[in-house]
């Protein structure tokens, strides 16, 4: 059964324009539609600029849709008041991409961590200051450095920080941006092991948003590829990573570094002028769509 459907999902901006200038209208996300079921790992992928983070922020309202719908749990998202969204968010919550840029300098760990409670008045100071240090032994860390300021901690453990905000009301459902490409290699495989746990342990739901292929093999159960904000293929991982079906899907996968560094590569230019943008997406498998 899916938690989260998305239909039709649009989202323009508007740019430039002036004396005698028209205004331009940027189509950031075209008529997009996907389904995520409850406990699965569903991740959206494609370059800088195809619409996948876009997509997350309108699900979660973070950027108004132009037009669309999200539902979730049976319930239109994007007809909701601003106080039903905010009780919303109690089951929504989103990972962000920058540890550095997501977490206030000015602000210590536990007060980061401890803020969703305050903003939705759980709890009383301490039963807040005992649910952080909960959270912070969940994601990682020692509960000993809550007074720190996030310069202190190391870019993986900022992420551990911003993992915990996002846990602190139980969501159900959490958006992942992007969220270990601004870490160290090194540090990558010990975040996404720890997503991958915490969804085992709370019975989470992901979308996992991310331009590397090879993190997406490893904790997807289904892919969605955009490309010019359109989804041009979708299915399950093994079906994507095997017999993909789409120009770009296959530029994509050509890219991806080999394990064997002896072994041939052949990277595959994507040709735009041959895509047909306008191509709707048809199921060429069983579970398997691509715009062909």
């Given at each position: 059964?899916?938690?989260?459907?998305?239909?039709?999902?649009?989202?323009?901006?508007?740019?430039?324009?002036?004396?005698?200038?028209?205004?331009?209208?940027?189509?950031?996300?075209?008529?997009?539609?996907?389904?995520?079921?409850?406990?699965?790992?569903?991740?959206?992928?494609?370059?800088?600029?195809?619409?996948?983070?876009?997509?997350?922020?309108?699900?979660?309202?973070?950027?108004?849709?132009?037009?669309?719908?999200?539902?979730?749990?049976?319930?239109?998202?994007?007809?909701?008041?601003?106080?039903?969204?905010?009780?919303?968010?109690?089951?929504?919550?989103?990972?962000?991409?920058?540890?550095?840029?997501?977490?206030?300098?000015?602000?210590?760990?536990?007060?980061?961590?401890?803020?969703?409670?305050?903003?939705?008045?759980?709890?009383?100071?301490?039963?807040?200051?005992?649910?952080?240090?909960?959270?912070?032994?969940?994601?990682?860390?020692?509960?000993?450095?809550?007074?720190?300021?996030?310069?202190?901690?190391?870019?993986?453990?900022?992420?551990?920080?911003?993992?915990?905000?996002?846990?602190?009301?139980?969501?159900?459902?959490?958006?992942?941006?992007?969220?270990?490409?601004?870490?160290?290699?090194?540090?990558?495989?010990?975040?996404?092991?720890?997503?991958?746990?915490?969804?085992q342990q709370l019975k989470l739901t992901y979308l996992f948003v991310a331009h590397d292929l090879r993190l997406v093999r490893h904790i997807a159960n289904r892919v969605a590829v955009m490309y010019l904000g359109r989804i041009v293929e979708m299915g399950e991982t093994s079906q994507i990573f095997e017999?993909?079906?789409?120009?770009?899907?296959?530029?994509?996968?050509?890219?991806?570094?080999?394990?064997?560094?002896?072994?041939?590569?052949?990277?595959?230019?994507?040709?735009?002028?041959?895509?047909?943008?306008?191509?709707?997406?048809?199921?060429?498998?069983?579970?398997?769509?691509?715009?062909?």
């Open positions: 059964m899916a938690l989260v459907e998305v239909r039709n999902l649009v989202k323009h901006f508007e740019r430039g324009g002036g004396f005698l200038r028209a205004k331009t209208v940027v189509k950031a996300v075209d008529d997009v539609s996907f389904s995520v079921a409850e406990g699965e790992t569903f991740a959206l992928v494609g370059e800088s600029g195809s619409g996948k983070s876009t997509t997350g922020r309108c699900m979660l309202r973070l950027i108004e849709p132009t037009a669309g719908e999200v539902w979730f749990r049976g319930e239109n998202v994007l007809g909701f008041s601003s106080s039903r969204m905010r009780a919303a968010r109690r089951e929504m919550q989103m990972v962000f991409q920058d540890p550095y840029s997501s977490l206030n300098p000015r602000m210590r760990a536990l007060t980061i961590v401890e803020e969703p409670l305050v903003i939705h008045r759980i709890g009383s100071k301490v039963e807040r200051r005992k649910r952080v240090a909960e959270l912070f032994n969940l994601v990682g860390l020692d509960p000993a450095h809550l007074d720190r300021y996030p310069h202190e901690f190391s870019g993986g453990q900022r992420q551990r920080i911003g993992l915990a905000r996002a846990l602190a009301l139980n969501p159900s459902f959490i958006i992942a941006d992007e969220p270990v490409s601004a870490l160290d290699v090194s540090i990558q495989a010990q975040v996404i092991n720890l997503l991958m746990d915490l969804q017999s993909a079906q789409h120009a770009y899907t296959r530029a994509l996968l050509s890219a991806v570094p080999a394990t064997d560094p002896d072994a041939p590569r052949a990277r595959i230019e994507l040709d735009a002028a041959l895509v047909n943008h306008d191509a709707p997406l048809r199921e060429v498998a069983a579970g398997h769509f691509a715009a062909i």
